[in-house]
């Protein structure tokens, strides 16, 4: 029945409202929900919606959260999030809320899940603090995150639980290598993620996942996938796994890895086949 279509439509569906069975301030919440469409072309100086929460004292927590829904509904994105925030309110739908923010991103080529340059997610994130009890909304705003910025993403990732690590770092850093949208790229280009994706001080359980992802894993695809990995081999002085046989690369102003490692082999010389030698 919504939205009603005329006068006995919405009388209708107003009183089926009024003898539901549920509390008095769900009914108002409701109500007041459906004056909100009629008050932009009602010429009062008082908006009728907010007229009638406070004709029947509906509590202010009530009213601001079911006007952030209205104009969520009616893609007024920022004013909803200001309303969604409020302090008090209790969070109610805040994955539902949460995925709705990411989503609009990726309709209106702003950045969304797809690009950080969207901050309306990750602010009501950082007030609502939403529990991301789905996979689907959890690897969103993953994404999304990574996109924002890596090392921020790493250690949001720390603070989530033990069983949803793996997959969680392997967002990041196929987030990380993988081209950003244009806008995205201008203002966190890729090769800046890259740099701190090398410098994350993972754990030895995450070097290793992120070697498996980036040599044999689904990630060994991505552009410079096997250069981060020797990367971050010689960032992290395990100059032993570095000399090892591996690709070869484009030269650079005359060096490729292939240079470089042979320059480590003869710079550690016969220390590389030693018991316990790391670097």
């Given amino acids: 029945m919504y939205p009603?279509?005329?006068?006995?439509?919405?009388?209708?569906?107003?009183?089926?409202?009024?003898?539901?069975?549920?509390?008095?301030?769900?009914?108002?919440?409701?109500?007041?929900?459906?004056?909100?469409?009629?008050?932009?072309?009602?010429?009062?100086?008082?908006?009728?919606?907010?007229?009638?929460?406070?004709n029947v004292h509906l509590d202010k927590r009530f009213w601001t959260f079911i006007e952030g829904?209205?104009?969520?509904?009616?893609?007024?994105?920022?004013?909803?999030?200001?309303?969604?925030?409020?302090?008090?309110?209790i969070p109610t739908f805040?994955?539902?809320?949460?995925?709705?923010?990411?989503?609009?991103?990726?309709?209106?080529?702003?950045?969304?899940?797809?690009?950080?340059?969207?901050?309306?997610?990750?602010?009501?994130?950082?007030?609502?603090?939403?529990?991301?009890?789905?996979?689907?909304?959890?690897?969103?705003?993953?994404?999304?995150?990574?996109?924002?910025?890596?090392?921020?993403t790493y250690y949001w990732i720390r603070t989530r639980p033990d069983h949803e690590h793996y997959g969680l770092l392997e967002i990041l850093f196929e987030q990380t290598l993988a081209q950003a949208p244009a806008p995205t790229a201008a203002i966190y280009p890729r090769e800046v993620r890259a740099e701190?994706?090398?410098?994350?001080?993972?754990?030895?359980?995450?070097?290793?996942?992120?070697?498996?992802f980036l040599t044999v894993g689904k990630g060994r695809t991505?552009?410079?996938?096997?250069?981060?990995?020797?990367?971050?081999?010689?960032?992290?002085?395990?100059f032993a796994d570095f000399a090892k046989e591996g690709v070869k690369g484009k030269k650079v102003d005359g060096v490729n890895w292939e240079t470089l490692r042979d320059g480590v082999r003869r710079g550690v010389g016969g220390r590389i086949g030693e018991e316990g030698y790391v670097g």
């Fill in 196 to 212: 701190e994706l090398v410098g994350l001080p993972f754990t030895e359980e995450e070097e290793e996942w992120m070697e498996e």
């Fill in 94 to 152: 805040p994955d539902e809320i949460l995925m709705a923010l990411l989503g609009r991103g990726e309709k209106m080529g702003v950045g969304g899940a797809e690009g950080g340059k969207d901050a309306l997610p990750a602010a009501y994130f950082e007030c609502v603090r939403p529990p991301l009890g789905s996979d689907a909304v959890r690897d969103k705003f993953a994404r999304y995150m990574a996109q924002r910025n890596v090392t921020e």
């Fill in 222 to 238: 991505l552009r410079g996938a096997e250069d981060t990995v020797q990367l971050r081999r010689l960032a992290g002085g395990r």
């Fill in 4 to 54: 009603p279509k005329d006068d006995a439509t919405f009388a209708e569906l107003h009183a089926r409202i009024v003898a539901a069975p549920i509390t008095l301030h769900y009914k108002h919440c409701l109500v007041f929900y459906l004056l909100k469409d009629l008050s932009p072309s009602h010429h009062r100086d008082v908006e009728i919606a907010a007229d009638f929460a406070g």
């Fill in 69 to 89: 829904i209205w104009e969520l509904d009616h893609l007024a994105w920022e004013t909803a999030v200001e309303n969604l925030t409020y302090p008090g309110l």
